[in-house]
């Protein structure tokens, strides 16, 4: 079955950076649209990045455009969101997701979802 594991989320200082990766597993994702999305607490989760598996063609959120970069290395199947720039405001859980279509994506719905990992931004 399809799997995604999310890893390097922290505690960092504000305007510092951190990387997060997300190893994808169970199939070919050659189709897919990877997603990076986030919720902090009392918030719904929101859409912040995605990447076309095959293409590469990337997409962001208004709020974060110019400070996060998403990225994939098919040989390794794994996508990544360099975070720069870091800011209280984007304390949050941060989740991968992957889906067959870019709107599903977009309205944060996609089929596989990862588990998670807390980002803390200090001020």
């Known amino acids: 079955q399809v799997q995604l594991v999310e890893s390097g989320g922290g505690l960092v200082q504000a305007g510092g950076s951190l990387s997060l990766s997300c190893a994808a597993s169970g199939r070919s994702f050659s189709s897919d649209v990877m997603g990076w999305f986030r919720q902090a607490p009392g918030t719904e989760r929101e859409f912040v990045a995605a990447i076309t598996w095959n293409g590469g063609r990337t997409y962001y959120a208004t709020f974060v455009k110019g400070r996060f970069t998403i990225s994939r290395d098919k040989t390794k199947n794994s996508f990544y969101l360099q975070m720069n720039s870091l800011k209280p405001e984007d304390t949050a859980v941060y989740y991968c997701?992957?889906?067959?279509?870019?709107?599903?994506?977009?309205?944060?719905?996609?089929?596989?979802w990862g588990q998670g990992t807390q980002v803390t931004v200090s001020s």
């Open positions: 997701a992957a889906d067959l279509g870019l709107d599903h994506i977009v309205r944060v719905i996609p089929d596989y």
